[in-house]
């Protein structure tokens, strides 16, 4: 299997991974795209997209503007940061001794002080750009020139190349960080190994099961049923086109779609979450929407017929994607969406979910909230709002957990003015320590 790599970075970085990258020869071919400014990432990234399977930016800026534009799973970076930050550091010791005193752009103050202090570099004092995210070079360059010329410094050390070019013209000491050929040939075997998974994982059998209900009453014509169900059914082969699908219908207003998870996630200018709302918006109905992946046609559609009836369990339907890893994503009117995994493959926490009588998804469903809060924690408040459960039911949940030891209570939470303060609780697979009452 040959793995596509978009490879974006500027001229030097992109040339020195090419070199390391003859080594994958046969196994990985490297697109380079190089950019004179950060900003081109963009249109380079949406320009071919279509053509690359992973994607690799040479640098963290790089990344950070790729990411808007490239899904997680299709795309990484290579580090430049402590064995890069030695590299540099190592060429200003060979050219004038240990410099007591440099500026740095790009890595954060923890980053900075974890090399110099496995080298031993303790006296060393390095002055920082406040800002590890984009700055445009101009600011760069103004920065490390002002503590260069002013003698606060006696080195410069930078990320970008242009930055780097610029203080050596106007006679600054500077030092470019790149990335080590270490970094780079790890990089490279992971972006391999990503590429034959996504392969796989795209090949999958996609069943996509709908029900739309509730959009016929007793004052319907035929006519109008009619109508209705041609321009629904012209809306579902304008989306089996997009995915490469095909179409069947199930009778009145039920149809069933087959396609590949590729052409589904490829599909990002008709994806399912726009399907599901112009779906609602043509037929004022109730709209449940279930998507399964799996390795056979047979899984694929047992995910796709788990996905539809968990919609069914919302009065109001919704969108339940499935795949053959027990992960859902869930999309319900008026919520917020979650994911999480409705199987636990740690038998101390199904032992434990077993106690409590709460099952590995409604577990998951309520890890997935406490991730999604932010806090590290959750209340019954937060429970109800996210999973539209009723608060009573939401305190027994947590109760349940908590007695089992898969929640402990980690503080309290003002409900406003008025109200008694809310119990948080954080959710985690913990184990609670033995007692020494019945040891000998």
Known sequence: MNIIIGLVGPSDTIALVERVGREWEGRITLIPYIYEDVEEIADIVKEHRGDIDIWLFTGRIAYEFGSAYVPEPHMLMIRSSGSALMKALFAAVREGGIPLRFSI?????????????????????????????YVPSAELVQFHEALYRSGQVEVCITHRGHVCEELRKRGVTVYRIVPTVMSIRETLRLASQLGETNHFRQSQIAVLLLHVRNVLNEHTSAYETYRLNLKLQELLLQFTEHISGALLPSGGTSFSMFSTRGAIERNTSFPPTLLFEKIRLLTGGTVHFGIGYGLTAFGAEQ??????????????????????????????????????????????????????????????????????????????????????????????????????????????EAPGAKGRPRKLFRIEAWKPEASDSGSS
């Open 105 to 133: 752009d790009t890595l954060t103050q923890a980053e900075v002080a974890e090399t110099l202090d496995e080298l031993q570099l303790q006296d060393s004092v390095p002055v920082i750009h406040p800002n590890s995210g």
């Open 303 to 412: 995910n796709a017929v788990l996905a539809l009836s968990r919609t069914e369990m919302n009065a109001e339907g919704g969108l339940v994607v499935t795949d053959e890893a027990g992960a859902i994503q869930e999309s319900f009117p008026n919520q917020e969406s979650l994911s999480y995994h409705y199987r636990s493959g740690d038998l101390d926490v199904i032992e434990q979910l077993k106690r409590a009588g709460v099952s590995a998804a409604m577990f998951n469903r309520i890890v997935s909230v406490q991730t999604r809060t932010g806090k590290r924690s959750v209340s019954a408040a937060d429970l109800a709002s996210w999973l539209d459960m009723t608060q009573r039911n939401a305190n027994r949940l947590l109760a349940e957990l908590e007695r089992s030891g898969l929640a402990r209570i980690v503080g309290e």
